[in-house]
Nanobody, 121 residues
Framework: QVQLVESGGGLVQPGGSLRLSCVAS????????MGWYRRAPGKQRELVAD???????NYADFEKGRFTVSRDDVKRTVSLQMSSLKPEDTAVYYC???????????????WGQGTQVTVSS
């Protein structure tokens, strides 16, 4: 079993910054792409950014250079540095990782429980 635990959410004023972190633990053979998704009230979950095991990054159009995703494979963490935050960035942010897990290894998608980010004055 694989667990992803996020941290770093909270309330921030428009224009402010937040850094989200996620650590993976459990029966992990290897980790592929890691990333962040978000779900705003009344909307579907959407990709924010992800990063492959080789370090290639992919960002949603809405972030327009405001966010930076990074990973540390030794610590098994993925982080999202967010700046110039806007009220429309308010959402629950979820960590995701494609993992190879199990005694007989198989690929699986792991998700965190989510962390609330609220951008408001």
């Amino acid at each position: 079993q694989v667990q992803l635990v996020e941290s770093g959410g909270g309330l921030v004023q428009p224009g402010g910054s937040l850094r989200l972190s996620c650590v993976a633990s459990g029966n992990i053979v290897s980790i592929g792409t890691m990333g962040w998704y978000r779900r705003a009230p009344g909307k579907q979950r959407e990709l924010v950014a992800d990063i492959t095991s080789r370090g290639s990054t992919n960002y949603a159009d809405f972030e327009k250079g405001r966010f930076t995703v990074s990973r540390d494979d030794v610590k098994r963490t993925v982080s999202l540095q967010m700046s110039s935050l806007k009220p429309e960035d308010t959402a629950v942010y979820y960590c995701n990782a494609r993992v190879l897990t199990g005694r007989i290894p198989f690929e699986d998608d792991a998700w965190g429980q989510g962390t609330q980010v609220t951008v408001s004055s």
